[in-house]
């Protein structure tokens, strides 16, 4: 067999981007090995969603009618069940928060081997995959063993599948056990707190750079001095310096403002996945190299503690 099955995801009665992407990954691959694309979704209102998912590319959609939100132990024995059936090649899931839940316990249970946050990949009768280390400083082709393989695929690194397909949907029976003692009871929002970052039109947004937290307070200076609104990269928040409403990135908010100052910020693809919509990216830094001057517009390469108090007494 040369298949390729791809796992789709929603959250709260919404197929995720990332479900029309996995499509798109797995179509390319299962074009190199020369098999069908089959889709498993899981959970939810899947007949909709099956319907929803059936674009070009796609040659079979399973669906497991079984609970409404994600739950681990639901998505672990569907995913076992349906690779027992269909024996893929690879196995490809998205490298989400889910993703990441439950794809290390699948691949473990299928003595799979495992490569998370993927790039690209090719194959050519063996998987080789591309992914990112060091904050996107490196990049790495990983030669994966194995007869049959286990990918997670980043989000927005494949374009979202289009077009109307003409896929095979059926049933699955995954005969899930629900007696697993875990209960999904309900999903929510962590509280959007005193501030919504994702409204406001001019963001000064502090990263690791900035060192210790009584140092905060030279940015707060800034934004006061320049009526901005203050965001920061998760390790700001994780450090509890800043509440989680303030985090800009894939695990925080999505950010569009007008201008967008990154200070001490090195610009990993997770936070980059949050603000590359705004309109003018402006980046301070000492590392000439960090990533952020990429997708910057404009950048000071420069200490921080000796340009932010420049930027104060400017905008004074
Ligand atoms: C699943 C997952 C989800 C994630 N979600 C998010 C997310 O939502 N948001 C997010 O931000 N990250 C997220 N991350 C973490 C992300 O990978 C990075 O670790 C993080 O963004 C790095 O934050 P940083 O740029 O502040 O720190 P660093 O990468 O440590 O960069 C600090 C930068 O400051 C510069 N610097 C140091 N001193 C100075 C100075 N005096 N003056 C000027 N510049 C200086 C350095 O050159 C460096 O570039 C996630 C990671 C994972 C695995």
Redesign the pocket.
Known sequence: MSDVLAVTEHRRGELRDVSYEVISAGRELADATGGDLHLAVISGDVEAFADDLDREGVDYIHTVDEGEEFNHDICVQAIEALHAELDPQVLLMP?S?NG?DYAPAVANRLDLPLVT?AVDFNYDGGLTVTREMY?SKVETTVEVGGDRQAVTVRDAEWPQAEGVGDAEISAFDADIDTDTGSTVTGFEEVGSGDVDISEADFIIS??????EEENLDLIRDLVEATDATLA?????VDNGWLPKNR??????KVVTPDVYLA?????????V??MKGSDTIIA????PN?P?FDIADYGIV????E?VPELIEEFE
């Open positions: 490298n928060v990441l946050d904050g502090i990263g690791r750079g900035i060192e920061s990269s998760r390790p700001i985090q800009v990135g894939q695990s925080g200070i001490g910020i090195s610009g990993a693809v997770q936070h996945a949050g301070v830094n000492t590392d960090a952020i420069g200490d921080l503690f340009v």
